[in-house]
């Protein structure tokens, strides 16, 4: 499959290639969606540039060693990644695609430059194409290779909302379950005749019995836009 996100590196005899060079020098990466790099460097008091060809499968925020090469035609300092130090995540969410019996992940993450290969699927982990998954990057060693991962959670069809919702939250890297102790602990709560001490309802202004319209819907967390209705005797 032609990935959806593959960069195109263009017409490279444009660009002044990485000359070899002693100095090395760690930080973190910042990737545009094009898969072009940067990363600071308080001792050239410049940003380091890194072309697509150069990036060495670096991705967002990941910590690397750089090689700092010549400048290319635009006085910009060039780089090579020649060490992923460390990855900033390993975890994406995206949907579903299939092609020539192969199933692709096209992240939601626009600094993922790349789709992500599942070179094999459990059974009940079997997802259909157009769906949303929780899916790990297992294997990347080379740039001009597709990334390999497996998929770790089906959340649900694309374009639905609840679907939409959970994506967002675990592409930020939020789990969006509760230990067993917590949920224990909640049912206990919800069990009582009022969960709310009676010290606690006399600092407030009890509103309990009047009648109130919200357009939230019955497990929202807040009403916070609700009108109140009382009757006031003349």
């Known amino acids: 499959m032609q990935n959806s996100k593959q960069v195109s590196h263009g017409d490279s005899s444009k660009k002044t290639p990485v000359t070899n060079t002693s100095k090395i020098i760690e930080g973190i990466i910042t990737m545009t969606s094009k898969g072009v790099g940067y990363v600071a ?6 940003d380091i540039e890194i072309a697509p060809e150069h990036v060495n499968t670096a991705l967002h925020k990941d ?5 700092v090469g010549g400048k290319n035609r635009f006085d910009r300092v060039q780089g090579t990644v020649t060490k992923i130090v460390s990855r900033n995540k ?11 019996g192969k199933t692709f992940i096209i992240p939601d993450d626009k600094k993922m430059y790349v789709d992500i290969v599942i070179p094999h699927q459990p059974k009940d982990l079997e997802a259909p194409e157009g769906s949303k998954v929780l899916v790990r990057m297992t294997r990347w060693e080379k740039t001009s290779r597709t990334p390999e991962g497996e998929i770790l959670e089906i959340i649900g069809i694309a374009g639905e909302h609840n679907t939409e919702m959970e ?17 224990a602990e909640a049912k206990a709560i919800r069990a009582k005749e009022s969960p709310t001490p009676a010290s606690e ?8 019995k009047t009648l109130t319209f919200t357009i939230d819907p019955s497990d929202a967390k807040d009403f916070d836009d ?8 003349p």
């Open 63 to 67: 910590t690397v060693e750089v090689a």
């Open 226 to 233: 609700a009108i109140s209705f009382q009757e006031i005797n």
């Open 41 to 46: 460097s308080l001792d050239l008091k410049e």
């Open 90 to 100: 390993t975890n994406f969410v995206g949907t579903v695609a299939k092609e020539g």
């Open 201 to 208: 309802i006399a600092t407030r202004r009890d509103f309990r």
């Open 167 to 183: 994506s967002i939250v675990r592409e930020r890297g939020f789990d969006t379950a509760f230990p067993e102790t917590v949920e």
